[in-house]
């Protein structure tokens, strides 16, 4: 049974910092790419940072430069590093993990899911 389970959200102030982890269990964080996904009320969800197993990272224009993305192995955490967050930052932020293929950015490549973790700028 792969759980997945975020943390770090909160509300901070534009220009803020946030960090976001992610614990699986069932799941071993080294074996396969993974990302972070969010999705403002009333917007789809949009894919934010991927990474790929050998290590290779993509984000999405919005956060490139301010977001980063990364993993503990020893740990079997999945981080995403945020800083100088902006108001359009706020959303409910997702972890992914089982990569099926395709854009790493697109929701429909993965195939487990965290149950959220909140992220409010103001």
């Known amino acids: 049974h792969v759980q997945l389970v975020e943390s770090g959200g909160g509300s901070v102030q534009a220009g803020g910092s946030l960090r976001l982890s992610c614990v699986a269990s069932g799941y071993i964080v080294s074996g396969g790419s993974m990302a972070w996904f969010r999705q403002a009320p009333g917007k789809e969800r949009e894919g934010v940072a991927g990474r790929c197993t050998y290590g290779g990272t993509v984000y999405t224009d919005s956060v490139k430069g301010r977001f980063t993305i990364s993993k503990d192995n020893a740990k079997n955490t999945l981080y995403l590093q945020m800083n100088s967050l902006k108001p359009e930052d706020t959303a409910m932020y997702y972890c992914?993990?089982?990569?099926?293929?395709?854009?790493?950015?697109?929701?429909?490549?993965?195939?487990?899911w965290g149950q959220g973790t909140q992220v409010t700028v103001s």
């Open positions: 992914a993990a089982h990569y099926v293929g395709g854009s790493m950015m697109n929701p429909q490549s993965f195939d487990y």
